[in-house]
């Protein structure tokens, strides 16, 4: 062991501290008990990252019939329809529309009766 006078620094110096030493031993209980209790923890976690792995497998299965879906109706969008008759110059970055663009909003929509 090191004298006084040859520790560099007070972080060299043995204590109770540092060493990890106890006054009364430590009970085989509470031991037993912190490894039940980490076990325990450990379980719950994994638990949770399995169900978090298969959540994202869902979830990118969805994404990807979503953007098939999209691809497809974009498609069917594209060929069956008639292109929009062109906007006045400046139309599009005012927000202006035609009244015929509004017209047409307006046949879209239908109303129907709703009886309680």
């Known amino acids: ?22 006054s009364t031993p430590r009970l085989k209980g509470s031991t037993y008990l912190e490894v039940y209790l980490l076990d325990k923890e450990r379980q719950r976690l994994e638990t949770e990252r399995e169900m978090l792995a298969k959540r994202q497998q869902r979830i990118e299965a969805r994404l990807e019939e979503i953007r098939q879906a999209t691809a497809l109706l974009l498609g069917k ?8 008759a062109p906007l006045p ?28």
Not at 1 to 22: C, E, F, P
Not at 97 to 110: E, F, Y
């Open 1 to 22: 062991m090191k004298s006084v006078t040859q520790l560099k620094n007070l972080g060299d110096m043995r204590t109770t501290i540092s060493t990890h030493a106890r």
């Open 77 to 84: 969008v594209e060929q069956s329809s008639v292109p929009p």
């Open 89 to 116: 110059p400046g139309a599009e970055e005012s927000g202006v529309r035609s009244a015929r663009g509004k017209a047409a909003d307006v046949q879209q929509w239908k109303t129907l009766a709703i009886s309680y």
